[in-house]
């Protein structure tokens, strides 16, 4: 997810930005890693909902976090922005919880 956001940065300084965006939002799957590593700025706030809101009900999105849904909102930082993303997530998603030993560390993979 950082590398998506800075990208998404350095494309708004060079004006690729609204392509960036229309390209994500056509992208049958999205898949984001480790969400919730960092909590949001603003500008990357931003661009997560409107990537969200360009993609709800039309593609597939994966989102994998070692944080519980509960703790969003922090990592989002902005309520009322974090109401809107969460709502087009959450409620319209299959979450799958994992509860185990990390693989990494059961078959000491670096």
């Given at each position: 997810?950082?590398?998506?956001?800075?990208?998404?940065?350095?494309?708004?300084?060079?004006?690729?930005?609204?392509?960036?965006?229309?390209?994500?939002?056509?992208?049958?799957?999205?898949?984001?890693?480790?969400?919730?590593?960092e909590t949001l700025d603003g500008a990357s706030r931003l661009s997560l909902l409107e990537i969200f809101e360009d993609r709800?009900?039309?593609a597939s999105t994966i989102i994998t976090s070692q944080l519980p849904v509960s703790s969003w909102y922090e990592v989002i930082g902005d309520p009322t922005i974090a109401d809107a993303i969460?709502?087009?997530?959450?409620?319209?998603?299959?979450?799958?919880?994992l509860k185990s030993e990390?693989?990494?560390?059961?078959?000491?993979?670096d």
């Open positions: 997810m950082q590398k998506l956001f800075s990208s998404l940065k350095l494309k708004k300084a060079d004006g690729s930005y609204a392509a960036e965006i229309k390209k994500i939002a056509k992208a049958e799957l999205l898949i984001l890693d480790d969400f919730g590593l709800h009900g039309l969460c709502d087009r997530i959450i409620n319209s998603s299959y979450r799958i919880e990390s693989i990494r560390i059961k078959y000491k993979i």
